[in-house]
Each structure stands twice: as C-alpha cells, then as structure tokens.
C-alpha cells in the first residue's frame, strides 16, 4: 500500500512536469530575443564608445601639429629678428661714431681757419668765411647721421614686416590645414558612428 501511494505521487508530479514543459518552453523562447537584444545594444555602445574615443585622438592629435607648427612660426619670426634688430642698431652706432668724427675734424677745420685769419690780421671776412664753412660742414655731418639712422631704421622696419607676413603666412597655413584636419575627422566619426548601428537602425 504505501509503494503504491509512493508510486501515485511519483506518477502525479511527473504529470505536472510534463504539463509544464510547454510553459517553460515558451518562457525561454520569449526570453531570448530579449537577451539578445541587450547584448545588441551593449555591443553597439562599445562600438560607439571606440568610435568616439578614436575621433576625440584624432582632433587631439590635430591640435597638437598646429600647435607645434604655429610656435616653430613664432621661434622662426623671433630668431630671424634679433640679428635684424642687431643690424639696426649697429648702423645707428657707427652713424653717430661717423658723426663724431666728422664733427671733430669740422672743428679741427674751424679753428685751423680762425687762426690763419688771426695770423693774417683777424679779418672780419676771413672768419665769417671760416664759421660759414663750419655750420655747412656741421650741417652736412648731422644730415648725413640722419639719412643712415633712417636708413638703418626703414631696414630693420622692412624686414620686420616680411617677417611678420611670414609669420602670419605659416599660422594661417597651420588652421588651414587643422580645420581640415578636423573637418575630416568629424566626418570619419559619422561613417563610424553609423557603422556601429544595427542594421535595422540604419
């Protein structure tokens, strides 16, 4: 009797078990398309996420070459520079060394003059002669200083300003070629960005 009653409560429990088998079944099959639409979308986020790390290195690596070729612009301006401003300035020395010594020789004249006119009885015509003669030659000195510091100045001003368009020049190249740089990478991203989504999406 009591393997019978064991027998019927096997017999009964693997009834439920068949009967439950459908239900089962059509959980798993309504489980998976779930399942395999979360590992979609994280394999599309990991997609997105190489995507966009890959287009963030290349505006970054863009930046860095212009960076680096705007400053080589600004080392290139400033060395060409200071031997130019070194020119200038020794120009401007050697204008007012050449006036010093022309001065001194125009005195030298002058007061060789006064004393010959002293020696020939102080003419009032002599001398006025021989100051004359002094503010020409004085004159003639100081405007010859001028005319080299002016030259010397327009010089160095010149070259300055062909540097300076060089300088400008090289810059403008160097955003010209990273708005390309970046304009390109922004359209990598999209054909990136749109290759990471699923099929149906796009």
């Known amino acids: 009797m009591k393997i019978y009653r064991q027998l019927t409560v096997g017999l009964t429990a693997g009834a439920m078990l068949v009967a439950a088998l459908p239900a089962l079944a059509t959980d798993a099959a309504a489980t998976a398309p779930k399942t395999e639409a979360v590992a979609k979308k994280a394999e599309t986020a990991k997609c997105l996420t190489a995507a966009r790390e890959k287009y963030f290195k290349a505006m970054a ?28 300035n020794d120009a401007v020395r050697t204008a007012v060394v050449n006036w010093e010594s022309s001065m001194k020789s125009v005195r030298e004249t002058l007061s060789a003059a006064l004393e010959k006119a002293k020696q020939e009885g102080d003419s009032k015509a002599a001398r006025e002669a021989a100051l004359k003669a002094f503010k020409l030659a004085r004159e003639s000195a100081a405007k010859t200083r001028e005319e080299a510091v002016k030259a010397a100045k327009e010089s160095f001003r010149s070259t300055l300003e062909a540097e300076r368009e060089k ?27 749109d290759a990471c989504k699923p099929a149906s999406a796009q």
Do not use: F, N
Request: hydrophobic share 40%; aromatic share 10%; net charge positive.
């Open 61 to 88: 690596a863009s930046r860095e070459a212009y960076d680096k070729k705007r400053l080589a612009a600004w080392d290139a301006y400033s060395a060409a520079l200071k031997p130019a401003q070194e020119k200038r």
């Open 167 to 193: 300088r400008t020049s090289a810059v403008k190249s160097a955003k010209d070629i990273l708005r390309t740089a970046w304009d390109s990478a922004k359209e990598v991203w999209k054909m990136d960005r």
